[in-house]
């Protein structure tokens, strides 16, 4: 890894080395912090987590070959070289923020209340038509995401698509800070995290803190449809580019039109140029992953036809409106998380759905003092829509179907306490020919609803 010698990682982390002196002048292969990852010149760096302490485990890697760790322990003589530092997650950001200096490659940073890893999704397919892109696998979003996906970079990688994730005010600075992003994505401000940011305010401040290491040669490219982006009109110079359907400022769409699961159609506007094309995930919120993509890839020079590839190229990821065939029944895995917006997202694309619509929701968690009046409100929601069966699973889901039932007294609802129960009935609940939306915040594992939806017989 460039510049990554054991002398610098030190250096860099405010760390002691201690060890042979002639290992300094090594550059290190990898950097990881799982010890069943580690190879043979890798750094490992121990994390202490909540039931165990990963510098139990440094003997073991050292043994398997890897070239050097951290420690927060004082470890005394050894036979390896390691590097005593104050702390091992602090050491991990300090060193992917050199690591990513030494690169000198376009960062692209993704943000926002809901839709993050989706559009980044959809703006690393679009890049990949053109450029030797890495992006942040699955939701490696955070403090400590962020650093292990910047070290997956290798000097062949032409550009990263990085997504960012925070809960509270300062945390955005701090992953600005690490990836320093020279184009920056918001998708939207919406109603997460409400127990730590308090409101949509609280939101649009603590997200546009990506803004902080921007250079001024940098990108902005945000919702235009969004109330609160929308009022963003200079970032250090930097006028934004906008992206939406209601506003038709730099990119936007129209002819929108939905094919069911098969994906939405649009017509993306920029400029003089227009191009007709099929998403091919379902739901409206697709275009705006789609405007998004064509935004960045227009900032790094794309064309139209390369652009129209690459989102037609995009495919799902499992736990995000993943489409689940197992012959007898179509599963929507849209399980990984949610939140009210991105609920009603997914029940108006079940009901554009072939055969019985079931909608399996879940609790939606972090949303603050009015968690109740919310899933209460994803009720009268599901509802309205053109669903034939509504089945409610936790605590704050018996809020959601009271007030379902309340707004559909003759709709089919049913609401189960916990998980355990509804794996106990589904089996006799689903028929032939349905198309099932399972949904939820993640820490419902509703992973294991999908896993039992694949492999039971239907009545």
Request: proline letters at 3%; aromatic letters at 6%.
């Amino acid at each position: 890894m460039k510049n990554l010698t054991l002398e610098n990682i030190a250096k860099v982390c405010g760390g002691v080395y201690v060890g042979s002196p002639e290992k300094k002048e090594q550059e290190v292969k990898g950097i990881v912090t799982d010890s069943r990852k580690v190879e043979e010149g890798f750094l490992f760096v121990p994390i202490k987590g909540a039931r165990v302490d990963a510098h139990d485990f440094i003997d073991g890697v050292m043994e398997k070959g890897a070239l050097c760790t951290l420690t927060e322990r004082e470890l005394g003589e050894k036979s390896f070289p390691y590097i005593k530092v104050n702390s091992s997650l602090q050491a991990v950001k300090d060193i992917a923020e050199f690591y990513l200096k030494q690169l000198s490659i376009p960062v692209v940073g993704i943000t926002g209340s809901v839709g993050k890893t989706s559009t980044k999704e959809m703006i690393a397919a679009v890049l990949e038509e053109k450029y030797n892109v890495l992006k942040t696998k699955g939701n490696f979003n955070n403090e400590l995401g962020v650093p292990l996906t910047v070290f997956g970079l290798r000097p062949d990688h032409e550009i990263a698509v990085l997504e960012m994730g925070i809960s509270d005010f300062g945390e955005m600075h701090r992953l600005a800070k690490i990836a320093r992003p020279d184009t920056c994505v918001i998708t939207n401000i919406g109603l997460c995290h409400l127990e730590f940011l308090k409101s949509r305010d609280g939101i649009l401040k603590a997200k546009t803190e990506i803004f902080d290491f921007l250079e001024s040669d940098g990108h902005v490219i945000l919702n235009g449809d969004d109330d609160k982006l929308i009022t963003v009109r200079d970032v250090k110079g930097i006028k934004p580019l906008f992206f939406g359907v209601d506003n038709h400022q730099g990119v936007w769409a129209d002819e929108i039109e939905s094919k069911g699961l098969k994906g939405i159609s649009c017509r993306i506007h920029a400029g003089e140029e227009s191009f007709k094309v099929l998403i091919p995930i379902p739901g409206r919120h697709m275009v705006y992953n789609a405007l998004a993509g064509t935004a960045v890839g227009l900032t790094y020079g794309m064309n139209m036809e390369e652009i129209k590839k690459g989102i037609e190229s995009l495919q799902s990821l499992s736990g995000r409106f993943h489409i689940i065939e197992t012959g007898n029944r179509t599963i929507v895995d849209d399980c990984y998380n949610a939140n009210p917006v991105s609920m009603k997202a997914s029940l108006d694309v079940l009901q554009d759905a072939l055969g019985r619509r079931v909608a399996i929701l879940g609790d939606m968690g972090e949303l603050g003092k009015e968690e109740v009046e919310m899933h209460r409100e994803v009720g009268v929601y599901a509802a309205a829509r053109d669903i034939d069966k509504i089945i409610c699973v936790g605590e704050l889901a018996g809020d959601m179907a009271e007030a379902a039932r309340l707004a559909a007294p003759t709709k089919d609802i049913v609401h189960f306490a916990e998980k355990e129960s509804l794996l106990e009935a589904l089996p006799e609940m689903i028929r032939d020919g349905d198309t099932i939306l399972v949904k939820a915040s993640h820490f419902m594992e509703f992973e294991k609803v999908v896993e039992m939806l694949k492999d039971f017989p239907c009545n």
